[in-house]
Structure formats: structure tokens, C-alpha cells
């Protein structure tokens, strides 16, 4: 079975051979999903005169990166609370700006190297269609901004405003972040 974004693309993964045996290599990366695609883009970006292999028992991006979502994110993986009990404060907002990077980084790799892998940088919205919801949001606005991200990273869109863009009226307000992008991750 083939996901989506396997079944959609319009170049399918091309199957090479197996190893017919040993190789010597400077490197050899096992998985060759987004971890170990980029990681062989970026050794032979530093170095292009290294022999890296890269190894993967199925097609490239059979695994969780080619049956993802179809999205490209900054989102801070775990709790913001618990990373800073743990690392500091500073430990937070740096990761967070490193994940905004990581975003930027990618949209680079995509646009120099031409990849036509549908990518969309239209952000991500968090709508709320109940008061809870906006207590919640308003609330996780809040924690961001006390951390130091401004609106250029997070803002508070109204109802009308959430609504037009989503194109349902009955919201009640929507925080919006620019630091995510749409991609067809197969053909990423």
C-alpha cells in the first residue's frame, strides 16, 4: 500500500538495486527519509568530495516522512514549561527561534535547488470556535509573548478576520503563526 503523496506525485520513487556487496564510503546514513535525505544534502554541501551512501530497506521517504501530513513546521516539540524546568529560559526561546530557522533553512534548499515540491509558506492557524477556545489561545498568546515572540511570529486575528480567511463566519477568533508551510512531501 502507497500513501497519498507517493500515490500523487508525479515522478514515482525510482527503485534502485540492492548492494551487490560492500562499499567503502566516508559515510553511510541508514533511513533515507527526511532525517537521513537532508543529512547526505548537507554533508555533500560541506564537503562534496565525501562518499556518503545512503542506505533504505523500502523507497526513499516510505516511512513516517512520506506519509506525513503535508506540512512543514516550527512547532515546539514537548512543553514549553517543562523545557524551561529543565534548560532555562533561554533553552526555550532558543529552541523556538532555531525551529523558525529550521523553516527558513528548508525554504532555501527548496527555492536554490528548484525543487518542485508544491511548498505553500501560508502559516498555520489555531481557530476557536468556542469562548474555551479563546481563553486557551489568548492564554497561549499570552506564555508566547512573555517569552519574547512578537507578531511578526504569533498574532491574535478577531473574528471577522479569522473567518474571512478561513471562509466559515461562526469563529470566534484565530492565533495565527507564519512558521509553517504546505508541501507535497513526496516530492520534497
Aim: hydrophobic share 45%; aromatic share 8%.
Amino acid at each position: 500500500m502507497v500513501s497519498l503523496w507517493t500515490a500523487t506525485n508525479d515522478a514515482p520513487a525510482r527503485l534502485r538495486p540492492s548492494l551487490s556487496g560492500d562499499i567503502d564510503v566516508d559515510v553511510a546514513i541508514v533511513g533515507a527519509g527526511y532525517t537521513g535525505l537532508w543529512t547526505a544534502y548537507h554533508l555533500r554541501q560541506a564537503d562534496p568530495t565525501l562518499r556518503v551512501a545512503l542506505c533504505e530497506a523500502e523507497t526513499v521517504g516510505f516511512g513516517a516522512s512520506g506519509r506525513n501530513g503535508g506540512w512543514c513546521s516550527s512547532f515546539f516539540a514537548g512543553a514549553k514549561a517543562a523545557t524551561e524546568k529543565a534548560h532555562g529560559r533561554e533553552a526555550v526561546v532558543a529552541m523556538q527561534r532555531a525551529m523558525y530557522a529550521t523553516l527558513d533553512a528548508i525554504e532555501a534548499v527548496v527555492r536554490d535547488e528548484q525543487i518542485d515540491c508544491d511548498w505553500a509558506r501560508g502559516g498555520t492557524l489555531n481557530v476557536a470556535t468556542l469562548p474555551v477556545h479563546v481563553a486557551r489561545l489568548r492564554h497561549e498568546l499570552n506564555e508566547l509573548r512573555a517569552y519574547g515572540f512578537d507578531e511578526g511570529d504569533h498574532r491574535w486575528l478577531d473574528a471577522a478576520e479569522a473567518g474571512e480567511r478561513i471562509g466559515f463566519p461562526s469563529v470566534l477568533g484565530a492565533l495565527y503563526t507564519p512558521h509553517t508551510a504546505a508541501i507535497h512531501p513526496a516530492k520534497l
